[in-house]
């Protein structure tokens, strides 16, 4: 994409990242992406760091292509992972829940781009401040874990891009090359897309989390476990028992005690619909089949071309 | 606007809705909108019928421009304020928080334009079959009342937009050109802007609100009161009893002799911030000034021709 500081800063075609989500972002789907010509990312938040190496290795070998790293830096073998990227000279790390000082410098010597991902304005900031390449902002309607404000991708997006001056990604609620456009109309210069991206075979998702994907209507998915850190969660029997334990005025340890162990592993790996948690975004309701990832990037990029298109008609007389 | 259904169906040159909110849109705001090129909407949920005439005839002889009524079908004298509405021949009629079906042959029998504001799919398609001429579909950001699903606009419009035939505006985090441009690339026709038109001269609202909304950041209002009906208010004093509340697992009882009487009008229109119930909508966090309603619009429409001409240059390679 021309002139677009996001396809400029990774060396990509198009402004389109495949978000590193967990138990769905290994090898296959960073380079189907990649191979694509948009960005993949590894999912480290599930993998041990040996698995990791494996996945990046594997990565390497399936593309020529840039290709990615999600690290949350509540990751507990944080140091050995960060080792682990340094030595296989992964090009792009972005880092997420948790403070971007912390490794920003460390991984910049070291040569490699470094995002971080956000959900407010403040952290956006520092972010920058931290010295990153490039912010992601997410909004409410994301998957996975998501910040106390609530703010969403439409309110979040003009906010941010007010703030820094960095470049942006926008994530949360896009699955569309009509997604795209609008993020891109409200600021942003590329976008990080996660849910549309779990539906497709390259996932290493259990199936019956794909199909739970593509069956999600309106009102699907729900924010809760605010106590803990907020995480948007499809409506199983699992998320029940977290509503029904809310009934009980509950403490953080009541709340950590149901949650458990490997509980993420359960739903969204080995295909668990009932005890299982499932992380996925509201726009879940969006999305209606599975289909391969290079083909997701390939509609992406003819719609947003499209719908552009149809706004070089829609005029209004200044 | 060319070839716009919105602007077509309501015969205005931009197809900008101003919300017609309680407590703030009186025959002013209406009529320097509709003046501006845009549609003004008089906020009946808070006017006595008497009242309700009285500003329109005052918009009537304040404007030649088409405008329109905002009416909550849950309005305790509904009968009475549809016959006024129908014998001052209002043009245009927005129903909202109830069903659609029931005023809406009424309404279009005597001549008048009905839209339909909902929240859900589910309801978009409710509205359409109850015959109304166009849908404003309102994501999880608006101020005011809103949806169980808190599904995001950026969720909500393409999926209603793939749901129904009418004619759409999106509303919901929307203040700026830029918002208007990411609407319609979203699948929109046009918008409903609340938040941004409480903040001029012309709103009915009280100063110390305007200001509330020019001060607020990001995180500064919360979706609350579930149990009744979902309402984004202002955290303030008023807000923060509520929450309070919330932890000692309160009965709808509870909450309905904490919101007691009249909070609203406490709040927004005598402007007491500490104990009024304060609607607003998340986009709060972008307004950073009051002024003039037709600048509100002519400053809309600008901005969207610059966002507009920026994405001509923004090709991507299919």
Redesign the interface.
């Known amino acids: ?4 500081r996001i396809s400029e800063l990774f060396n990509i ?2 402004p389109i990242v495949q978000g590193g989500m967990i138990w769905a972002s290994g090898h296959k789907l960073a380079t189907a992406v990649s191979n694509a010509g948009g960005l993949g990312l590894l999912g480290a938040g599930s993998m041990y760091p040996d698995v990791l190496r494996h996945h990046i290795q594997q990565t390497k070998a399936g593309t020529d292509k840039p290709y990615g790293v999600n690290v949350p830096l509540l990751y507990s073998d944080l140091e050995e992972l960060m080792e682990i990227i340094i030595a296989e000279q992964v090009p792009i790390v972005f880092t997420s829940a948790g403070n971007p000082k912390t490794y920003t410098q460390t991984l910049k010597e070291a040569g490699i781009k470094v995002v971080h991902v956000v959900s ?3 952290f956006a900031l520092k972010a920058q401040e931290a010295g990153v390449d490039a912010v992601v902002a997410e ?3 994301a998957g996975g874990h998501n910040g ?9 997006i ?2 941010v891009a ?1 703030a820094i001056e960095l470049p942006l990604m926008a994530a ?3 699955a ?1 090359g ?2 795209m ?7 942003a210069d590329g976008v990080q897309v996660g849910s549309r991206f779990v539906a497709t075979p390259e996932a290493s998702s259990h199936i019956n989390f794909k199909n739970a994907i593509v069956e999600a ?3 699907a998915t ?2 809760t476990l605010k106590e803990l850190a907020p995480v948007r969660l499809l409506r199983n029997k699992f998320w029940q028992d977290v509503q029904d334990l809310y ?1 009980k ?1 509950p403490t953080t340890d009541d709340l950590k005690s149901l949650l458990g162990r490997a509980r993420a592993k359960k739903g969204m790996f080995e295909g668990d619909m009932n005890e299982g948690e499932l992380e996925i975004g ?2 879940s ?2 999305i209606d089949s599975i289909v391969p990832a290079a083909q997701v990037v390939a509609d992406m ?2 719609e ?2 499209q ?2 298109q149809a ?8």
């Open positions: 994409m021309s002139n677009n075609k198009y407010s304005v403040k909004g409410f309607e106390r404000e609530e703010s969403t991708t439409f309110t979040l003009p906010q007010k949360g609620g896009i569309t009509r997604g456009l609008a993020a891109m109309a409200l600021g209507g309106e009102g729900h924010l009934t005025s509201q726009i309701g969006l990029v003819s947003y071309e719908a552009r706004l070089l008609n829609m005029t209004i007389d200044v």
